[in-house]
């Protein structure tokens, strides 16, 4: 009932409506991945739904010939329940993704930090059998400079953010600037020695940092992307698209929209009022 509302960020809540903003976001020369909503997965038979659902999403790709990869989040196919479950679930959308489409890459979202450690352990064991797959870091953890090391070590693809999730002191860096200068600190030697780095962020300040370093460290703007949300900034991911750069829009799509539609609102104040703004214009 809510959706009108969470529409602006939310691709519909069919495949088919995902694929249909996908067609529209190549049109204008940006990549996508797509995500299907659902996490926090308490049983089997609704993990095995989620991974269902990936596998009949990748059959209607590899028909629909747009450009796109995939997201996902391993706590909904069961990764807080039985991680060897999770495991399995996730090496089956590996192997369908691999067999049908054109970039078969899934990347492994990054959830809240009591997940942190199960979802990296559970990418070493994917990534030692299935190159197409890489994850998330988050600048905000105190732990992620080390897990950058690794990464880079792996020659894992890692997509780096701020962090969306509310923690700890103990945990995490709080305050926004600290959060912004850990970024860059950790953006540089992903775009020097990373595979394939992506930098998730619709902060211009650090888009501009991104770009300054690539360009003094001769970094070609093919070795790397931009990756923005669906519905924000749709100004900028365009604008960089016309300065040659790389930009991936995350698409994600399905019934279980709430809580990603909640994250996004309570992250930006202006992201909901933009939400009510748009209701009240249609
Ligand atoms: P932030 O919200 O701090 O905004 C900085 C500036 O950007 C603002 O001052 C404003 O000017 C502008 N701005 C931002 N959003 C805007 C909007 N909607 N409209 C207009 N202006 C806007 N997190 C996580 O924990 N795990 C994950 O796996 C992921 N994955 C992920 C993928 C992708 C593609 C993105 C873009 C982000 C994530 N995130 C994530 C979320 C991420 O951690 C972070 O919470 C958000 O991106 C918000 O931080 P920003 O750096 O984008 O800008």
């Known amino acids: 009932m809510l959706f009108p509302l969470a529409a602006r960020f939310v691709a ?26 659902g996490e926090d997965v308490g ?30 989040k391993l706590s909904a196919l069961g990764l807080t329940f ?7 679930n996730f090496c089956a959308i590996l192997d369908a993704a691999q067999q049908a489409l054109p970039d078969p890459f ?19 064991a994917a990534f030692a059998t299935h190159r ?5 870091l988050q600048a905000y953890l105190h732990r992620t400079p080390a897990d950058v090391d690794e990464m880079i070590a792996l020659r894992a693809r ?22 912004r200068e850990r970024y860059r600190e950790l953006a540089l030697p992903l775009l020097l020695h990373g595979t394939y780095p992506a930098f998730a962020t619709h902060d211009e300040s650090l888009v501009d940092a991104v770009r300054a370093a690539a360009t003094a460290n001769a970094v070609p703007s093919s070795a790397f992307e931009f990756q923005m949300l669906y519905g924000a900034r749709p100004e900028l991911q365009r604008r960089l698209v016309a300065a ?16 990603y539609f909640r994250r996004r609102v309570t992250e930006r104040r202006e992201n909901l ?3 009510v703004g748009s209701l009240i214009r249609k």
């Open 43 to 72: 049983d089997a038979p609704s993990a095995a739904r989620i991974r269902d659902t990936y596998a009949a999403l990748i059959e209607q790709l590899h028909a629909a010939g747009v450009r796109t990869n995939l997201s996902l």
């Open 82 to 88: 039985d991680p060897a479950l999770a495991l399995a």
């Open 158 to 179: 890692v997509r780096l953010c701020k962090g969306a999730y509310k923690e700890p002191p103990s945990l995490a860096i709080q305050a926004m600037a600290q959060v």
């Open 12 to 37: 519909g809540e069919t495949a088919d409506e995902a694929i249909e903003v996908v067609r529209r976001l190549n049109a204008d020369g940006l990549d996508a991945t797509i995500d299907v909503l």
């Open 106 to 124: 899934v990347r492994i979202d990054m959830e809240g930090s009591a997940l942190v450690e199960p979802t990296l352990a559970l990418f070493r």
């Open 273 to 275: 009022l933009f939400a």
């Open 132 to 136: 197409n797959t890489g994850t998330v």
């Open 244 to 259: 040659g750069y790389r930009v991936r829009v995350y698409v994600p799509y399905g019934t279980f929209w709430a809580k």
